[in-house]
């Protein structure tokens, strides 16, 4: 309760000060304003009111986004939501952030970096003159708060430590992460996304993190409520003041409607676009629509624990009976490319192998020198979380029913879906992982014998001998040959039947500026100026 | 067992429980086939199939619906012979075709063909329906009938556990029946069916209370039939009106609620065909390819509408006093 | 109080038989032991079932729901954030409905079996038999797609925005309001036929009393009890949430509030909101009794 209070106090001495202060640069805005207020109420519909409402921090507008679903809590640390990292993005800073473009990493609050011979010290020279929302100075106490709260709390990012022996300051610019073992892809770890943002020391005593945010991104959480989230721009801002007065986050679940709202001009830019409208919607110049291959992908896994499953032959067979295509075009509508690996081309970790085109005779040759009788029932576990595995699942389904496999699709809600997978419980399943950037933590959790995250039960020396490999060795093509073996036996022993990779698709409204739609799915209005 | 019920002074010739416990409608009101007013000593006459048919073939409306009605029944019962296709037969190049000849309904977004999905979900569907309002009779009927024939402190615990039953919101009860049994055609019509208890509960009751006094009744029990004969024999055939009036309209919600919860993703499961998750799966395209989302809805639509119009049907015949609960549950 | 008390029993009861583990899931697809167990520790799951539910229960008597797994508010305040929504939804169709019912039940029961009674009869069937998803879709589609004239969904609060307000509002409640006003409609007709026929009526006419005088006097005010009844069942269930429909309307009220509950697996939330239901149920049924006997003196109930 104190805690709220306290915010309440420093928000409204916020609230007051852009009003005094003379050199805010949109301070020319507001007859702006006053004129598209005008304009669209001429235009009719339901877009007069909502263009110049909303947040009302800035002096600029605020830009309107309709987003799929609601943020569940805003403590970067502890959320593991898409629809929250939406909103964090804008709000918070990380030390080092992937590159738009190849995703690589670049500096953000760290403006440079050194490791010491053995891999082992990581030397962090941070950025001066970074304010947080509150006002207080950015400095390494922060950064040790904030990486000491995810280590000692145990919270969902702390895998990402695993190496870490300890996290140190070294005078206020300077921060040291001493390992335990080389960690080549220690800026993936603490850069990848804003689960790994900076609070300010002793945020989580001080404010309610998982409603209140304090972080030294270009917009600052004005207030969120159940229809949507409301940011105002930062002024103080380390990469400038955004040109665009705020961003209202608007949660519209259904597809149709978001893309209607952004037709009409209630909104300004959507990610839920329906997919099946994306090749109409190309030609369609009320709205500017693109896409980019994600770094995502969706797979089927067997489970190894289960006969017939254990048998490579079996798995290879189903390999051979699916038709990667099918599935990606009745999923994805065309939005989607198919891919025997992981990751997409344009990755500079992508691995060029497709040893399975779809043949349902070898398919069935396989079975039978499996020993194999047909049909053979296999459960296979999906979600509504994830409607498209729903949909792949049928095709899939249809496809195997083909070579003698009878496929018993099991929809289940993601709780029990996770806890099944959990228990070992299945057949085979089937999902996605999201935001793949560095194959030390996609490869390693999810094939190596015991990994974490290999529910799969897949487990080959050479492969766990290759992996342990790429995770130390610190050149990066010999890194890169590493992995790319991996992924073969991967691959050729069916631990992930690799799917396809979908789209990142987006729209906006036309003359919207300086946004860019980014393979991670980051959503950033940072630089974004409206039509 | 339990002792005779004082008979209450005016009980005989109002009927208690008459939902609202105003007095019943004289002439005026929909025309009463069955003299309400005759309730004299006289054993009234119980209504005959016959009777009851011939009574619904001269309400035009009704006759329709239970013709119509009659017609999906035969459908879902002949699904396999009559559908064009298979349910699943998938085909990704044919996806969406607008109806034509090869498809009169058109396909959906596998390519499967929606005219043989129709048909074939007309089964699961009504399987679903049925079943629901199935397991609500049975249980509520036996509650009521219990309740409202024993009075007392058999009727106070159980229409008090009703109360508490019918409190709950009756979609997030049904949702919250399918998250502990997990989704499926199966655990829909049970948790349906949970939800319209009180309701068959309740209607019974009422009734029963109205039968329970009356002198036929008295006469049975004073020659020293057992209660389990006079449950049988005198009270449930007698009471029965207004119970069947409410299976039929309770019919209509139960497919309403199954369309309803496959929307939510927690009924029918894919692939299987049924009406509500047809319709679930087709509002994505409704922009783009209305037909998806056209005729599932049209299929519930035309359903619903028959089974509350027999039900209308059915309440003048049967139940002129209008003694069924209809707002219960699901609307 | 019994029912309420049985509720929470069956509530609490019925969320732990919920398969599923919230831990599990707030942890998303990444596994790993010592995070959950750590987080399970700090959501007071560790505890036995028996003690949780004491806890839980002691703590709701005095207005206390519990904190929710997901978002780390407190349950209260989540149920508060939505209730205007709920609120603003369900007594729009609510007056949506009456606005139907009424003129259009009371028509046809002045003159039954004529052609306006046929055709309120029909209307009404429809109104009760089509899906309200399916309606929604299509209003959707029809006024914010193809005409351009209404936003698609969503909610502005009356107090930022009046206009928005209303414009959101109108879609969602004509959706609701035209089921809920079907139903009420027929009980409109029935009962106000059922007044025409009393006696007493009959009496006043026979005695040659102006027959708006017996229609305002005798006929309405014995009408006028079904109606309540009715219409306070169709409130309670508005009020409880609309589930589908606020889902089609990105309508953030409580319905939606306890699916999502339902499917994040946070117990706190879910508890919180169908005993408030119930609440509000029962709530609703007493004021129904009241109204009864202030209007009808005879019934004592």
Known sequence: MRNRSDRARVGTDDAAEPVEDPVRTNRLLPPAVAVALVLSACGGGGDAVDTGGGGGGGGGDTLVAAVSAEPDQFDPHVTTAYPSFQVLENVYDTLVVPNAEDLTMEPSLAESWETSEDGLTWTFTLREGVTFHDGSEFDSADVVYSYNRIIDEELSNSFR?????????????????????????????????????????????????????????????????????????????????????????????????????????????????????????????????????????????????????????????????????????????????????????????????????????????????????????????????????????????????????????????????????????????????????????????????????????????????????GASETDEDARKQAYDQAAQLIVDDVSYLYLYNPDVVQAWAPGLAGYQIRADKAINFENVELP | MTGQPVPRAAAGHTAPGSGAGHTAPGSGASPPPTEAGVRSTQRPPRPRWRETLGLLARNPTAAVAATVLLLIVLMAVFDETLAPAGPNEISVEDRLQAPGWDHPFGTDDLGRDILSRVVLGAAVSLRVGFLAVAFALVAGALIGLLAGFYGRWVDDVLMRFMDVLFAFPAVLLAIAVLAVRGPGAGNTALAIGIVYIPVFARVTRASVLGVREEVYVRASRSVGASDFRLLTRHVLPNAAPPIIVQTSISLAFAVLAEAALSFLGLGTQPPNPSWGLMLAEGRGFIDIAWWLAFFPGMAIFVTVLCFNLLGDGLRDVLDPRQRTLMAGGGR | MVVLAGVSVIVFALVHLVPGDPIRLALGTRFDQETYDALRARSGLDQPLVEQFFGWFGRAVSGDLGVSFRSGETVTSLIAERLPATLTLAFASILVALLIAVPLGTLSALRPRSVVDRVATVLSQIGISVPEFWMAIVLILVFAGTLGWLPSGGYVPLTEDPGGWAQRLLLPAVVTGVVSGSVITRFVRSSVLEALGADHVRTAQAKGLPTRQVFTWHVLRNALLPLVTVTGVQLAYLLSGVVVVEIVFSWPGLGQLALQAVQARDYPVLQGAILLFAVVFLLINLVVDLLYTAIDPRIRR
Do not use: C
């Not at chain 1, 109409?280 to 693109?290: A, K, P, V």
């Open chain 1, 161 to 469: 430590f695993q190496n870490v022996e300890s996290v140190a300051a070294d005078g206020p610019q300077t921060v040291v992460i001493t390992l335990t073992q080389p960690t080549p892809n220690l800026l993936e770890r603490i850069g990848s996304f804003k689960g790994m943002a900076i609070l300010p020391e002793g945020a989580a005593d001080q404010v309610d993190l998982t409603t209140e945010a304090v972080g030294t991104g270009p917009f600052r959480l004005e207030s969120s409520d159940a229809s949507s989230t409301v940011l105002t721009a930062y002024e103080d801002y380390w990469g400038g003041t955004p040109s665009i007065g705020g961003v209202e986050f608007r949660y519209v679940t259904e597809p149709a409607a978001a893309l209607t709202a952004l037709q009409n001009g209630e909104v300004q830019w959507t990610d839920n676009i329906p997919p099946q409208q994306i090749e109409s919607l190309r030609g369609d110049d009320t709205i500017e629509l693109q896409t980019t291959p994600s770094v995502d992908y969706w797979y089927m896994s067997m489970n190894y624990a289960r006969p017939p499953f254990d048998n490579r032959d079996v798995r290879r067979a189903i390999s051979f009976a699916v038709d990667r295509e099918a599935v990606a075009e009745a999923a994805w509508f065309g939005a989607a490319q198919p891919n025997q690996t992981a990751i997409p081309e344009d990755s500079f970790f992508h691995t060029d192998y497709a040893p399975f085109e779809r043949d349902p005779d070898q398919a069935r040759q396989l079975l039978a020198q499996a020993g194999v009788q047909t049909p053979l029932t296999m459960g296979l576990m999906v979600t509504d979380e994830f409607p498209e595995t729903i949909t792949a699942a049928q095709v899939i389904a249809s496809q195997l029913g083909e070579v003698g496999i009878e496929v018993d699709i099991e929809t289940l809600d993601f709780a029990t879906w996770l806890d099944r997978q959990g228990q070992g419980d299945f057949d085979a399943f089937m999902l996605g992982w999201l935001g793949n950037l560095d194959p030390a933590a996609y490869y390693q959790e999810q094939h190596q014998t015991n990994g974490p995250n290999n529910y799969q039960k897949y487990s080959n020396p050479q492969v766990d001998q290759l992996l342990q490999q």
